[in-house]
């Protein structure tokens, strides 16, 4: 696990803390009428306050503040009962009111903790340090004009939940782990789609080095906006390198915000950023503090789904899953679900395997996922029970299953209607097998003479003969009967 | 403490609003006329005592989680000094 | 005989019921006296069209027997700082050029679906930040009370533009707007009654926001009970604006007894300052007599922190200033002074687009907000708020109402004080500690000082009981008998 970037002078630590936006689902704004959604035509979702036209007052949405409370729960952290918003003054062109408005000293949500696992199967407990509601901005466009710069203020005033992390984190795949836990918690709770290609949930990544044995925290920077794990991890490489270089050179690390290109893979300062931030914080007048009941809270509590890791634990105490196994199946509720749906009244091993190799083989080949699979849980349900009653074989079942992926057709009818069911009669087994013995004598003597290998090969004979349909077990204890010395 | 002139370019700078050079030292000094006057507010004893941030004695009121607003951009643009409809413009940022 | 225009607001609805007077009429004797008094400076935008339109829409009413009840067809000058659908809104600011809201404010939506007729937005301190208006960005408004020595006076401010209209009978009733005594102190320079109601009592919807936590419309009349009539239509709760309290409308004219015996009037002996005129302390002693002969018990109380008030004001409303100004960049709506980017397009605009004294408060205001000042100003500020609050807690338990003068000094000539800030902002020391503790006041004209202007008293009450305030600001007004008029306007002339 441990991380290390070897420097002239010594071996280097990193320390990475990540700010996690993840907007939240809800119909409308966070303190206005107009709708959320994605992809609308420009300056549409906006409404006069969201325009901050003046005298415009913001009306908080109930389902935002009900969204942040289970999202805190999820992450297992402290409710506060009592917070506030206030605001954080800037000027920018996509922020209409001059301030956006968030929380500051009394966030809705306090500490809490994330699980995440690790490729060597290690877990670790990543401590948060917060979660608060705010206000997303809108959009500056760039690239429509060489001389101005256009503003779209759809996504203005959209709820935004930050999941702040403490710099608990020292390896980028740590902190992959986490933002995919998080996102994975977050879809569970349906407060937030975690779709990060359209900006539903974003980072800014904290990054500072420290030699290692060093106890204190170095100069961090920050890079903004990062919007996906695999960027994020780029981005977490490539600050580490460069701060590690800055000081092996005697120079200081600059605090300051930078910025990710997905081309290079490298970051810069963010040059409208430059001067020195004072958001000079108050609470919003135009609001009232957040007073939230323990009877709110607990009806919020008592209405949250199982998540991940309680299914991760479930799946491996009751249904006896490997923890790898467990936490593939687990990591998106969709597949938890289809999973469930497949392994119930059946070997959840081996509904597990099917899922995790078959189906997730053929979804990835076709660039699809679970959510617009071709074979429905159901009906690889139906499959599995085919095998087990031995209607069919292992190896039809695999045909019959790309039948499945191809048609979306029930596995049952497939079965019947091109004849696959599994030949059991014995006497029909014995036909072929005593045929492939008389075509084969040579093959068959190798046998009798102690090459234990050959009889695989009789085994191939045997279920080309009969198409497969011949049980493969069966089969097997024939020939060996047969060909015994 | 008193406002000196870079602590006024300073605040200017935040607030945005652009201050001549020669203004900015009779600026500070009636800035500092003001801050001096508003600082025996430190006569006062108030440990113990919490900040009031509101007079309005009432918990927040809550809206329904409905779409109510918005498909309006003739009416959130008619004001705007300059624009290429349906966007606004500002100069171009580089950011 | 008298004009219409000079009417009060419960005689012209008499008229108007008996068929003697119709809105049409009213409001054209009002649109006369507007033409003629140009020089007052009163109004930024007159809408005598509009104005005109709305009365015969009134008059149609009352003919159909629709009437929509006491401020039917009455005339109302709006301040400039309520946003009006299709029409103006300056906020007397550049930097609201070309402003045309597409929205109507809660307040002036309220009064105008009471069947009330606007005039005209009158002008203003530049966002409503001022005690004279000589900030406006459209010059200064003229008290219409003369002296002989030739000098124009101050109407007083920021609702200058209000009071000037009312007092010199180019309206029956003007709204104002009132942060630290916005509409108290022009009410007592310009000789008619103001009131600011309870913070959160009339929504903030649509109103050009100054300071969020202290703003509140208000009535600016020639009588307490046409100030009892206005509010009536312009308050009320309002789910737009989450400070908007969610109470009841009592009926607040019917509160107007004429019996104020047994009522208990508090008199603070902090509002006693060193150096203040003896025409105050008169004026001051004026009210309390006439409140013992009414058979009011007067009672001595003491609100130990009212010489912080002002102060603390001046920390806490230019932080929110600073901060509600911030929307005012140039990119979505009124002035906008091209630069080179962004930032240089902001500073040019706001520069340009800001007059000194709203710079001056914008400054403070980040200042006291910005990082290491925050908790020795603006948190300070807060908690010295809270015990404000308190005092008047502590007092309220003994007393039902507090009276104390409105302004400390009669209207003042316009060019003075201007190169003082702290001078001017002294104006409010008297309003301003009933601001902080959000509570409704009320301030009536109490008599002349010794040079022949007016000077209000100002009567303090509970949260939400406007209903005390209006019962006691009647009987005052009775007592006090205030039939001065300024001369040379409305209908004398």
Known sequence: MSYLIKGETADWELVIGLEVHAQVISNSKLFSGSATSFGADPNSHVSLVDAAMPGMLPVINAHCIDQAIKTGLGLNAVINRHSVFERKNYFYADLPQGYQISQFLHPIVGEGMLE???????????????????????????????????????????CLMEIVSHPAMYTPEEAAAYVRKIRSIVRYLETCDGNMEEGSMRADVNVSVRKFGETGLRTRTETKNVNSVRFMMQAIEFEAQRHVEVWESG??????TRLFDPDTGETRPMRSKEEAHDYRYFPDPDLLPVELSEAQIDAIRSAMPELPDEKKRRFMAELGLSAYDADVLVAERETANYFEIVAKGRDAKVAANWVISNLFGALNAADKDISNSPVSAQNLGKLLGLMANETISGRIAKEVFEIMFETGSDPEKIVQEKGLKQITDSGAIEAAVDQAIADNPDQADEVRQGNGKAIGWFVGQVMQKTQGKANPQAVNKMLRDKLST | MSLDTDTVRKIAVLARIKIDDEKLSPLASELNNIIGWVEQLSEVDTDGISPMTSVAEMTMPVRADVITDGDCEDRVLANAPQKVAPYFTVPRVVE | MTQANELTITEARDALIAGKLSATELTQSCLDAMAKAGELNAFITETPELALERAAQSDARIAKGESRGALEGIPVA?????????????????????????????VTENLRNAGTVMTGKTNLDEFAMGSANVTSYYGPVKNPWKLDDGKDRVPGGSSGGSAAAVAAHLSLAAIGTDTGGSIRQPASFCGI????PTYGRCSRWGTVAFASSLDQAGPMTKTVRDAAIVLQGMAGHDKKDSTSAPVDLPDFAAAITGDIRGMKIGIPKEYRIDGSPAEIDAIWRKGTDMFRDAGAEIVDITLPHTKYALPTYYIVAPAEASSNLARYDGVRYGLRVDGDSLDEMYENTRAEGFGDEVKRRVLIGAYVLSAGYYDAYYVKAQKVRSRIAEDFKKAFAQVDVILTPTAPSTAFAIGEKMDDPIAMYMND????????AGLPCLSVPGGLGDDGLPLGLHLISKPFDEETLFRAGDVLEKQANFTAIPAGWGAGQ
């Open chain 1, 116 to 158: 995440i696992q690790l490729k060597d199967g290690s877990i670790r407990e990543i401590a948060i340090e917060r979660l608060h509601m705010e206000q997303d901005a809108g959009k500056s466009i760039h690239d429509k004009d060489p001389r101005r710069t256009y503003i779209d203020l759809n996504r203005a005033g959209v």
């Open chain 3, 193 to 196: 009654v103001g009131m600011k």
């Open chain 1, 251 to 256: 120079g200081e690390v600059k605090q300051e």
């Open chain 3, 78 to 106: 709006v301040k400039d700082l309520f946003c009006t659908k299709g029409v103006l809104t300056t906020a007397a600011s550049h930097i609201l050029d070309g402003f045309v809201p597409e929205y109507e404010s809660t």
């Open chain 3, 429 to 436: 020391v008297f309003t301003v500690p009933a601001s902080m």
